[in-house]
């Protein structure tokens, strides 16, 4: 049973152009949402993260939008570049006194961005 | 900045031979987790560690064991390997008195069993 809904699998983008990948969650005991973003052989690294009492954050080029109600967050890449190419994932946590904070990774998406 | 280091970047093991990963820490974080990554997948959370104890377990098998030791760094054991159990795995750090909490990765050590 995956938690964390990630999609599209893949994506194929125009240099310029903007990546939007979506992800969607069914546990509202979850209160952190960061995206990870893994080139081949190498680890995640995180990109940027939103907590549920905010709906927008903004950071440089990336930014995630965050709907509560509907239980989705998702990833906006502004003036994609080919350097962006790579696999991201969104994923959520919880803290609390049984949790441990550990991250629950959604499928994945893979975006290539075409010179 | 200093980073998760994790060793070796490469093993190759033969079945039902044994295993272990290392895994050093960012330092003045008391909080380790492991992943084990399979070709296209998402990674899969196996188990965690906060100052030294076992704080969480996920899907790791009864054939793995894992430990963190005094100076943070952890150590994942692995026995009788399966073909299966060819992955990327990896370490990943936090700082439990960190705002965010972030979860910082290390580049993974690439298993392949033969």
């Known amino acids: 049973q995956q938690q964390v809904k990630q999609s599209p699998q893949s994506l194929i983008v125009q240099k310029g152009g903007i990546s939007i990948i979506n992800c969607a969650y069914e546990?509202?005991?979850?209160?952190?949402f960061p995206w990870y973003q893994q080139f081949p052989g190498k680890g995640p690294a995180l990109l940027i993260a939103?907590?549920?009492?905010?709906s927008e954050k903004k950071e440089g080029r990336f930014t995630i939008s965050f709907n509560k109600s509907a239980k989705q967050f998702s990833l906006h890449i502004m003036d994609s570049q080919p350097g962006d190419s790579a696999t991201y994932f969104c994923?959520?946590?919880?803290?609390?006194?049984?949790?441990?904070?550990?991250?629950?990774f959604g499928q994945g998406t893979t975006l290539q961005v075409k010179p | 900045a200093a980073g998760v280091i994790q060793s070796p970047r490469h093993l190759i093991k033969e079945k039902r031979e044994t295993a272990t990963l290392k895994c050093y820490p960012i330092p003045r974080h008391d909080t380790v987790y492991w992943y084990q990554q399979g070709p296209g997948q998402d990674p899969q959370f196996l188990i965690s560690?906060?100052?030294?104890?076992?704080?969480d377990k996920g899907s790791i098998p009864d054939r793995f064991s894992a430990q963190q030791f005094s100076d943070y760094h952890s150590e994942l054991n692995m026995s009788s390997l399966e073909l299966g159990d060819s992955a990327l795995y990896f370490c990943?750090?936090?700082?439990?008195?960190?705002?965010?909490?972030?979860?910082?990765f290390g580049s993974g050590t690439q298993l392949s069993v033969l």
């Open positions: 546990n509202t005991a979850f209160d952190y």
């Open positions: 994923a959520a946590s919880m803290r609390g006194s049984s949790n441990t904070g550990k991250l629950i």
């Open positions: 560690f906060y100052e030294k104890m076992q704080s």
């Open positions: 939103i907590r549920p009492d905010v």
């Open positions: 990943a750090s936090s700082s439990t008195g960190a705002p965010n909490e972030k979860l910082f």
